[in-house]
């Protein structure tokens, strides 16, 4: 694996070329694992440390008890290349290999949008509040956790003041084939679809009280 290509690839194109459980989530590939111990989920990560450094590709790894979280993308050139999915179906063989399952929760990621008429004016603030630095002109959002840990945030331009409208809203984030069922547990849990307008790129749906959600999937997004 070693000098796997860094060739740019579509959402839709990795999802074509990565090998399950992976799936796509905005501009990333993320999948998750059962080990059912430290000892085992160590022997996973230990062997997938080898594979990302034989290729000169390196996975965020969220090693817990019982379970081994994962996320493949090219930082370098903030998107997926084929060097994430060479992995990630690397990966899928170690998985296999030492009989471990895909873990049964959900793989998501989410931001938090802030609508602003002024964004220039808040933008410090939350840069501050938070301990945020500026995201790269590449990427999708505005300030970034420099841990890489928590959501990342962007700024959405108002044209008019909105008093009856929250001025936050979530953005989860989850795979095609996971999204209606989400989008349909939601409205049964009290939830309710505002619109479908953008749909596939989002579906926006909202609590009992009017606060805001947007279920987020890769298709129709301008990478």
């Known amino acids: 694996m070693t000098g796997s290509t860094r060739s740019p690839l579509t959402p839709a194109q990795a999802a074509e070329m990565v090998a399950d459980p992976w799936r796509v989530i905005a501009d990333r590939l993320a999948a998750a694992y059962k080990t059912g111990s430290m000892v085992r989920g160590g022997e996973f990560v230990a062997k997938i440390i080898d594979a990302a450094e034989e290729a000169n590709h390196h996975p965020d790894i969220d090693f817990r008890y019982g379970t081994v979280h994962l996320v493949l993308t090219t930082h370098s050139a903030h998107q997926l290349t084929e060097a994430d999915v060479a992995l990630a179906n690397k990966i899928t063989g170690i998985a296999t290999d ?50 890489g840990r928590l959501p990342s945030v962007w700024f959405q331009q108002m044209d008019e003041p909105r008093p009856q409208r929250s001025r936050m809203h979530v953005d989860l984030w989850v795979p095609t084939d996971e999204l209606h069922e989400r989008l349909q547990s939601a409205i049964t849990a009290g939830g309710q679809l505002l619109t479908d307008e953008y749909a596939p790129a989002f579906w926006v749906l909202a609590d009992a009280e009017g606060n805001e959600v947007c279920l987020c999937t890769w298709q129709d997004q301008n990478y």
């Open 98 to 147: 030492l009989g471990l399952e895909p873990a049964a929760e959900p793989v998501t990621q989410f931001n938090l949008a802030i609508d602003a008429l002024d964004i220039p004016a808040i933008r410090p603030f939350w840069k501050a509040v938070l301990g945020y630095g500026e995201a790269t002109e590449r990427e999708p959002v505005d300030l970034v956790d420099p841990a």
